[in-house]
């Protein structure tokens, strides 16, 4: 399961948790404007804006999995496994790669709006990067600090659908995401007042209790809810620090923690990393399973102007801080 979502104060922020059984080797990974995109069924792209986010690294490629430019267009691509579909290869369309899909978008759109013309020609499809990395399904939050759209590729086709929620998490699609939302429409940070009955002496006995019935389970759509109420209560300063520190918290509501989802015997799935970037700065910021300490990349600390791909493997070493 992964959990994807934005966040605006002074800047806007956006990242996700990812929640797997085991880790590809994740690199948070800064590609530089004159890096040559080589892709499968178009033409080569020798310069570009440059991308920072988190890719495993493979032949020289970045398989990025989040990720975000040098105009703050982010986009994070999360499990959709049953549901997504890729296109046929199509003559006289822009045909995209699933593994491209991030660099494609990214590499070449400053913000939803261009993105949104480029998707209208794009077909997707479900060429593999090498035989060992079959076709990953997924569907993708993509964000600007203006708008945030959803892209599902399911079988009637490309899906676009504005988010107004801000989040994205794995099955079901997104419109059905979306209608469960009604169900919690009445939970609020508020206390709750007695509407069930004028003649029963009901009371607040605890604090929180105008949010009980918030889904806290793992599932992809208990997760979407409860990140959803998070996000759209967060309060925070407009500080960086105090802006990025209210971000994981929000991801933090819906943190997986090994032992409480099982996907095979002896095998659980946990949150591996949770990314937040700052799309104005290029800042993406991330902590591990073991290591919460928060830790930063700064794009613009890079040679942007460079032809090779800056890579700085997850520090996944926690340490603990003594005080005597
Ligand atoms: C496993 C990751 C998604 C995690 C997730 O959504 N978990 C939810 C589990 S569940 O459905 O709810 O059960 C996805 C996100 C991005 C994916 C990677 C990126 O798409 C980049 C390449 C794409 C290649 O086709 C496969 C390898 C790969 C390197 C992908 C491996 C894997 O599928 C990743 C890492």
Redesign the pocket.
Known sequence: ??TAATYKTKDFYMGRT???EFS?GDEITVTPRNYPFHFRHMEELENHYAIIGMA?VADDYP???DAVNEKGLGMA???F?GNAVYQEIQEGRENVA??EFIPWILSQCASVEEAKKMLAEMNLVGT??APQ????Q?HWILADKYACITIECVREGLKVYDNPAGVLT?NPPFEQQMFLLNQYMHLSPKQPENHFSEQLPLQTYSRGMGALGLPGDLS?TSRFAKVAFTRAHAVSGDSEAESVSQFFHILGSVDQQRGCCEVAEDKY?ITIYTSCWNAQKGIYYYNTYENHQITAVDMHRENLDGTTLARYPLIQKGEIRWQN
């Not at 990395?133 to 990953?136: E, H, I, K, L, Q």
């Open positions: 399961m992964c990812l929640d797997y590809y495993h398989l990025y999995y691509g999360l499990n496994v699933q593994f593999v990067f990395f079959p076709a990953a997924l794995n992809s799935e």
